[in-house]
């Protein structure tokens, strides 16, 4: 069994979505079903075959769902002491020795990446790099554009 390591936030922002894919989305798809139902002969009823197909993506997301929140195993770094080491769950400050750019990123499961709000998965090759160095390390990670040299900069359990 596959433990899914996640951010707190991220097990709450599954739930909320599992709970409005049941409450909400799940009836508006069942009555749009009979909607369609209604209008006649259903081999060629375009609302009701799309209907139905919105049905099974949904249902699937919420097996899906139901499945990671059973082996889900919350790690909460607001609770731990932070010795400076990059963990599951750190918000790390690096940067980029040939350039001095900084950035932030905060490492997550992978259901919480986004890489547009600097939430990385904890698989990236960046969170690969980064997890278990500390700060003031200087590490060297694989990018698309090569081997990248970076100073950890700050390490919060925020």
Do not use: W
Not at 65 to 83: F, H, P, R, W, Y
């Amino acid at each position: 069994m596959n433990q899914y390591p996640m951010t707190a936030k991220g097990a709450e922002l599954l739930r909320e979505e599992l709970q409005h894919l049941k409450s909400v989305k799940r009836p508006q798809i069942i009555k749009s079903i009979a909607e369609a139902r209604e209008h006649g002969d259903l081999k060629e009823n375009a609302e009701y075959h799309a209907a139905r197909e919105q049905q099974s993506f949904c249902e699937g997301r919420i097996q899906d769902i139901e499945g990671k929140l059973s082996n889900i195993q919350i790690i909460d770094v607001t609770k731990m002491a932070n010795n400076g080491k990059v963990i599951f769950g750190a918000t790390v400050t690096i940067v980029n020795l040939s350039n001095d750019e900084e950035i932030t990123y905060k490492i997550v499961g992978e259901d919480e990446a986004d890489i547009k709000n600097n939430l990385i998965s904890y698989g990236s090759p960046i969170a690969r790099g980064l997890i278990g160095k500390s700060l003031d390390d200087i590490v060297n990670i694989q990018t698309p554009k090569g081997s990248i040299e970076f100073e950890i900069s700050a390490v919060e359990y925020i």
